[in-house]
């Protein structure tokens, strides 16, 4: 396939010693009507954030002064040249990860915003046009993918450190993944399709993406190390994770195959069919048997009994999840335990 | 050009006419090219405003300098994108050859396109600089308010701003400090001086907070930031040279 060339006149360009700017969106890339969707998701996103924010700055007058300051150091963060080894070249970290940890989701897709647009008047990285785009990818995308991997984390009983290099190593891959299909939907052709051209963007990222969120991930340990270690209590999260914007992000990425069937003109076969069966026929693979053997109504009714079983199983257990804070909890127990200890004294 | 020697925003000159324009036309007259540059389905429009962006650049005394070093990124970026459209896009094969066995085509489609999104490329970014060069952010912040952009929002990007150049001295003297230990020897102590460098940030950046915000209570401050209007008309002037300007790109659009 023209794709192994491709992969080697990218590496070739990649290995050149020049900062490697792929994490944004240049203006001039996307078509116009995908543009405006962009804007308004990206926009729309933002206003859902500040919405939920509004509750902590009313409310805290420092709030305002604190996120002000860390968007600052988030711009900083995204701006600092990072070496990235075997790559040969220099590229920079999103910094969504430490800041969902630290000020959680929705603060995060606000201060990407701030970041982004600074990040587009001062360095020329991004644009207006695209500045939506890049708020879903980087923000919503990379904030939650951060967010969630930590939260989790936490709650599965890892400690601090993998939990943190999980969420920056999260935060980083998804910002790349959410890249790689705005590209291959706004750059792709008649004769190849939108799944090959995000595999390829994909695969083009890999050589500095791979190591650079393995790298993401070690420094956001380093920063939370280092701040628990000195400010404990800026460790702490505080907004709540929006299950909604999850499902929005499903919604979209079901849209591929939308483009796909304006082409043909026929009616929409479904993503399966127009994109992975195509992709995987392409490629000589067919399509295996499946295990349970179930068709027409009865894999629907499957769906959605698992589907069921999954959303009961979450809202059970909501409150642990979403709502009670594990640190809190941890600390808690490992005092009671100090003070159950005997001492020398007795 | 040093990363850090690119923070640096235009406008400041209040002798220039092109500085002293309204902020909301000159939003307006960047968000107007750019969409008539992504509407453009031909070379014209965005060839256009590139050189309407440097002719603009030159009346208003741009540092080339500056102007240029912007555009080294997405130079890169063309470059790239001439490569993914060249073999991903088209059917009139131009020239195909082998490689490993793989026979991989260059398609006359693809390179017209690839030329064109690239062109589109340096128009976007081109408009982009000559705003971001010949205004400040206060009044570009002025103009959003104008234009209904959440205050919250501002507020933040307001004190995004202030601060960026104060963490900012911060981090460039903990780096050269790092380097100078040598701290920056091999990518193992690179990374763990970055990784100090970042904890050092936000720590600095808590403490910061604590004292701006006793520093902004004592001035009054009750959880609300003033930020400035821009109120009435903007200059005539101004507004029908942005629509004459505008014209040739939108007939380019529609004529070609």
Known sequence: ?346 | MEWSELMYMGGGDSTNPINCVDPRVKILFALSGIALILLAGNLYVPAYFLSLAVVLGIMADIDYHQFLVRLVAPFLVISVLLVIQSFYYGTTPLYRFEVFGFEPTIYREGVRRGILLGLRVAGGVSLLILLSLTSTVLNLLSALKYFFVPRLWLEIMFLSYRYLFVFLSHVLTTFQAQKTRLGYRDSATSLSSLGSLAGHLFLHIFDQTRRTHEAMRMRGYRGTLPVPDVTGTPDVMPVVLGIILLVPGGYLWLGM
């Open chain 1, 1 to 346: 396939m023209s794709w192994l060339l491709f992969l080697y006149i990218l590496l070739g360009l990649f290995f050149i010693p020049e900062p490697a700017r792929a994490m944004h969106i240049s203006e001039g890339i996307l078509p116009f009507n995908q543009a405006v969707i962009w804007t308004v998701l990206g926009g729309g996103c933002v206003l859902f954030a500040l919405w939920k924010m509004k509750r902590s700055t009313d409310g805290n007058s420092a709030f305002k002064p604190f996120l002000g300051m860390v968007g600052a150091g988030v711009f900083l963060i995204s701006a600092m040249p990072i070496p990235v080894p075997f790559a040969g070249t220099v590229s920079h970290p999103a910094g969504t990860g430490i800041a969902a940890i630290l000020v959680g989701p929705a603060a995060t897709v606000v201060l990407t915003s701030i970041t982004l647009l600074l990040h587009a008047l001062f360095l020329a990285h991004g644009g207006l046009s695209t500045l939506g785009a890049d708020i879903f990818a980087m923000g919503v995308l990379g904030g939650y993918a951060g967010y969630i991997t930590y939260r989790s984390g936490r709650k599965m009983g890892i400690g601090q450190g993998v939990s943190a290099f999980l969420a920056g190593l999260a935060g980083d891959w998804a910002t790349y993944v959410g890249t790689s299909s705005i590209l291959a939907l706004a750059l792709h052709g008649p004769e190849h399709g939108i799944g090959e051209l995000f595999t390829t963007v994909l695969v083009a990222f890999v050589p500095t993406q791979v190591p650079l969120g393995i790298l993401e991930g070690i420094v956001a340990v380093f920063v939370v190390k280092l701040l628990l270690d000195r400010r404990p209590e800026m460790v702490r999260t505080l907004t709540r994770i929006v299950p909604v914007l999850l499902v929005g992000v499903m919604l979209l990425f079901s849209s591929p195959g939308t483009a796909q069937a304006e082409d043909t003109g026929q009616a929409w076969p479904g993503v399966d069919v127009a994109v992975v069966e195509k992709t995987a026929e392409e490629h000589g693979q067919k399509a295996a048997e499946p295990l349970i053997p179930l068709e027409g109504d009865l894999l629907l009714f499957a769906f959605l009994s698992a589907g069921c079983i999954g959303g009961f199983v979450v809202g059970y257990q909501y409150h642990k999840l979403f709502v009670v804070e594990t640190d809190d909890v941890t600390d808690n127990n490992e005092r009671k335990h100090d003070e159950d200890q005997p001492t020398g004294e007795d």
